[in-house]
């Protein structure tokens, strides 16, 4: 999710607004989370050693 200016002073409405209350905070939390967490369906693939063997990084 990328934070536009426009998100970011909705967020902090939300958060000055109903964010005082307790339960409100914790459902938000968990909502965000999974919004911005869990729900990403594509995953970024990054090539590290880990995945590979010594013999197959060292190809020329």
């Known amino acids: 999710m990328n934070m536009t200016p426009l998100k970011l ?3 902090r409405l939300v958060m000055i607004t109903f964010g005082r209350w307790g339960w409100f905070a914790e459902r938000f ?3 965000m989370v999974y919004y911005t967490i869990q729900k990403r369906g594509d995953s970024k693939y990054v090539a590290s050693s ?3 063997t010594p013999d197959q990084l060292n190809k020329d």
Do not use: A, D, P
Request: net charge positive; aromatic share 34%.
């Open 9 to 11: 002073i909705v967020l």
């Open 29 to 31: 939390k968990r909502f």
């Open 50 to 52: 880990r995945y590979f």
